[in-house]
């Protein structure tokens, strides 16, 4: 008998409460799972907590490189803590969160690169010395590339990938941020923010969205919507709907949506 899950990611997480069977089922026998909840769109957790209120949420950060988990919720932190944030580390592993440009350590709440030390870390890559030399430094650290931050209790916050930093004309701007704000929106199920080549702001935003069932939403509305938030450089200047995601195994290939779309507008 299942008691405990592991959907978390939030192509997974969307199909569990977007399912037509998911309102009819019994998932009383679900003591413990690891939703996420701090990096999902709020439908999402709101949809999991009413169907299994019984079961204790937790979120994790991890990745391949680490063998998966490095931080993980617990039992013991208050439930405001295993839905807004993504635990701490496991036993035998070290997080740090530093300045990318200087490598120093930044304060509780600040953002900085995820940096993981401990005894699941990867060799190197697979024939790849000068990745590896650049991902693992001398002291043994993984830089994982990975935007994060500590809180007072330790505990650690997701914030996107410094590869997914937008550049528009000069100002840093966070795919995720975007993402979240179109989160938002009563008809987004789900959104990914890329950068498109521009000529005047050398790379503006660009937005794929996946409508809910049975919603819709035309792209101006989105705009207006963004723009009402947003400084005007944060606003998507495209916005293509779809309804299937390029997949790899569980993650979505922002790198296809782009290419798709500086091909579609003669960009490349």
């Known amino acids: 008998m299942v008691t405990a899950t592991y959907p978390c990611f939030v192509t997974i997480m969307q199909g569990l409460i977007y399912h037509p069977n998911f309102a009819r089922t019994d998932l009383s026998r679900i003591k413990l799972m690891n939703s996420n909840f701090a990096v999902q769109p709020p439908e999402v957790a709101a949809s999991i907590m009413q169907a299994m209120p019984q079961a204790l949420q937790v979120g994790s950060f991890g990745m391949t490189e680490t063998a998966g988990t490095v ?58 010395p000068e990745k590896t030399a650049q991902a693992i430094d001398r002291d043994g650290w993984f830089h994982t590339g990975d935007i994060g931050s500590l809180d007072e209790h330790g505990t650690i916050m997701f914030h996107g990938r410094y590869k997914d930093m937008l550049k528009v004309g000069g100002e840093n701007v966070a795919a995720a941020e975007i993402e979240a704000l179109l989160g938002r929106h009563p008809a987004v199920k789900l959104a990914q923010v890329v950068g498109i080549p521009d000529a005047k702001y050398a790379e503006v935003p660009a937005a794929f969205v996946e409508l809910k069932p049975g919603s819709s939403v035309s792209e101006a509305e989105l705009m207006t919507f963004c723009k009402s938030e947003v400084a005007a450089f944060k606003v998507p200047r495209v916005v293509r709907f779809v309804e299937e995601w390029p997949m790899s195994s569980s993650k979505i290939q922002k790198f296809r949506l782009r290419q798709t779309l500086v091909a579609e507008l003669g960009l490349a």
Do not use: F, N
């Open 71 to 128: 931080c993980t919720g617990s039992p013991d932190e208050a439930q405001s803590l295993r839905i807004t944030r993504l635990g701490k580390p496991l036993p035998g592993l070290e997080v740090r969160i530093v300045a990318q440009e200087s490598g120093l350590e930044v304060a509780a709440g600040e953002h900085g690169e995820v940096l993981v030390r401990g005894y699941s870390l990867l060799e190197g890559y697979h024939k790849d």
